[in-house]
Each structure stands twice: as C-alpha cells, then as structure tokens.
C-alpha cells in the first residue's frame, strides 16, 4: 500500500511512499513500544505543517495522550477486527491510501491483513479536478501530484 494524495509540494509529499516506510508506521512502532515520540519524523511534519493539507499543530503532553489512547482503542479493534476498513485508490494496479494510513500502519506493524474498501470512483470528484488544476500551474512543485493525476484523468 502506499501513500495517496496529501497535496503538497513535492519537497514535502509522501504521495506513493510506501506506508511501511512512512512516518505512521514510525509513529505505530513507537506507540507500540511506549517509546517517545517527540522526535520522529511523524511529529516533526505535524509541527511544520508538511504530514498533509492541514496546518501547522504545536504539540503538548495532551496531543501525545490523545495518540496514545487512539492507539491503543485502534490495536484493540484491529485484534478484534472491528475497524472500519481502509480507503484506497486503485491506480495502474497499484493501491493508494486515500483514508486510514494510519489504520493501515498499525495493521502492519501488528501483522494483520489490512480490510480495504475502493473508493476510486471518488478521484473524479470537482474537488480532485479544482486541485489538479490549482497545480498545473505550478508544475515544478507538484510533479508527483501532476502524474499521479495524470493517470486518472487522462
């Protein structure tokens, strides 16, 4: 599985990484181990704004308690198999994580098969059409993006 669009430039996108090398498979290990988490990658891409689309976060001992009681609700439903599958987009025979990398990261490091659901049909959605376009015109910094979209759209 790899990572889907987080629109973002391609300095900082995770676009196609594969989620077992990401920083939520770092962020899994490390809530997995009780470890630390202040200085991975995971959290430092919070901090500065570039894990996805949404903005900067500072981070507090409340905001790591929040992740690990997530964490623990979430193993403790996988070991059940109660989650709610994962999103994907299937593009060139390839499966991309449209919602739930970080479901999908945990399945990993718990060594379960991850539930998937495709919702490629939701790539055509005018929103996906609104941010290839805003990135056409910025094509050095969305390159990734540009031929990820590229195969869908054309």
């Given at each position: 599985?790899?990572?889907?669009?987080?629109?973002?430039?391609?300095?900082?996108?995770?676009?196609?990484?594969?989620?077992?090398?990401?920083p939520y498979i770092?962020?899994?290990?490390?809530?997995?181990?009780?470890?630390?988490i202040?200085?991975?990658e995971y959290?430092?891409?919070v901090?500065?704004g570039t894990?996805?689309?949404r903005r900067?976060?500072?981070?507090?001992?409340?905001?790591?308690r929040s992740?690990?009681?997530?964490?623990?609700s979430?193993?403790?439903?996988?070991?059940k198999g109660?989650y709610?599958?994962?999103?994907c987009f299937?593009v060139n025979?390839?499966y991309?994580?449209?919602?739930?990398k970080?479901?999908?990261?945990?399945?990993?490091i718990?060594?379960?098969?991850p539930?998937?659901?495709?919702?490629s049909s939701?790539?055509?959605?005018s929103?996906?059409?609104?941010?290839?376009?805003k990135?056409?015109?910025?094509?050095?910094?969305?390159?990734?993006?540009?031929?990820?979209?590229?195969?869908?759209f054309?």
């Amino acid at each position: 599985m790899l990572i889907g669009p987080d629109n973002l430039k391609d300095k900082y996108t995770l676009l196609g990484r594969p989620i077992s090398n990401s920083p939520y498979i770092e962020l899994m290990q490390f809530l997995n181990t009780g470890k630390g988490i202040k200085n991975i990658e995971y959290i430092k891409r919070v901090k500065n704004g570039t894990l996805d689309i949404r903005r900067a976060h500072s981070i507090d001992k409340q905001y790591i308690r929040s992740f690990r009681n997530k964490f623990e609700s979430r193993k403790s439903l996988i070991q059940k198999g109660l989650y709610n599958p994962i999103k994907c987009f299937l593009v060139n025979g390839e499966y991309y994580v449209a919602d739930g990398k970080h479901m999908a990261a945990l399945c990993r490091i718990l060594n379960v098969t991850p539930k998937c659901v495709d919702v490629s049909s939701l790539q055509y959605d005018s929103w996906f059409l609104w941010i290839y376009d805003k990135m056409q015109k910025k094509p050095d910094e969305y390159r990734k993006h540009l031929s990820y979209f590229t195969e869908i759209f054309q």
